[in-house]
């Protein structure tokens, strides 16, 4: 007995210490929007001894902020699983990622593609090249990581998006979407050259390595079919994945697992 409980503290003692992950809030001042943008940053284990680390920069949805992601889910561990540092940036409360048209205070696009890169790049042990750099997120994040990497390809190498307002178009009385573009009826080719559907003219084959999902109860469900429909179409290769699910933390804390490893096995190859 004494000999299993030994066996039992010592196991419980190495499943403590197999996540050392360091977990960081900082303060990143955006010259564009002049104010501070906490964040969190997630460096593995392996992060002091090791030389330099590929980034996953992960976005929030509408209503969130930068903290959901770690009070919801686990992801925090992936970063010692595939021995990489994780990014969370406050997006604002509905910014949807956008440099905004009509509001100058609005420079969402500009913070995620330059300044935090920057940042991340100038004070993290990171590899600084946009192969080792993917970006992804839930809901409104999904939506601004794919329209940031489509128009950023110079930055990222990888994206992904899980459950994301993939095209914006048939919500346009909602989450205040209009605040930022203008009404439809009043603004539509604000709508029409921002929704990420309509930017697939941006790729080529393989100029990204793309990943996206979404649950077949999601409100998203059908707007991300079309999306995946109109890549086939075009020819550009691309991971879509459906799974039984709905628009909940319960889909992306599973979801965002299988998006890691994508990004994982990307840098991998490229690096």
């Known amino acids: ?21 360091k977990l960081q809030e900082v303060n990143i001042f955006s010259e564009s929007m002049q104010k501070d943008i906490p964040t969190i940053i997630v460096t593995p284990d392996s992060y002091e001894a090791g030389e330099s680390f590929p980034v996953v920069y992960l976005l929030h949805g509408c209503t969130d902020n930068y903290t959901r992601w770690t009070e919801r889910t686990d992801v925090e561990l992936q970063s010692d699983i595939h021995n990489l540092i994780i990014v969370m940036p406050d997006g ?21 593609s330059s300044e935090l890169v920057n ?52 919500f346009a009385t909602r989450w ?23 930017m697939t003219h941006l790729l080529t084959p393989e100029s990204l390595n793309i990943i996206f999902d979404c649950g077949v109860d999601d409100f998203f469900y059908e707007v991300n079919c079309n999306l995946h429909e109109k890549l086939m179409k075009e020819g550009i290769p691309h991971d879509f994945y459906v799974r039984p699910g709905r628009h909940n933390w319960t889909y992306w804390n599973n979801s ?8 994982s096995n990307c840098f991998s190859k490229a690096l």
């Open 119 to 170: 940042y991340v790049d100038s004070n993290y042990k990171t590899k600084k090249d946009r192969a080792a750099r993917a970006i992804t997120g839930l809901s409104m994040g999904g939506h601004g990581a794919m329209h940031t990497a489509f128009k950023h390809q110079d930055v990222f190498g990888s994206v992904g998006s899980t459950s994301g307002g993939v095209d914006i178009r048939p």
């Open 256 to 263: 965002i697992k299988y998006q890691m490893l994508f990004f």
């Open 1 to 21: 007995m004494r000999s299993l409980l030994l066996a039992v503290v010592s196991f419980c003692a190495l499943a403590v210490s197999a996540s050392a992950y």
């Open 92 to 112: 604002g409360y509905d910014s949807w990622y956008y440099d905004s048209p009509l509001r100058p205070d609005i420079r969402y696009e500009t913070f995620i």
């Open 176 to 198: 205040n979407i209009a605040t930022l573009l203008g009404t439809y009826e009043d603004c539509p080719e604000n709508w029409e050259t921002r929704t990420v559907i309509n």
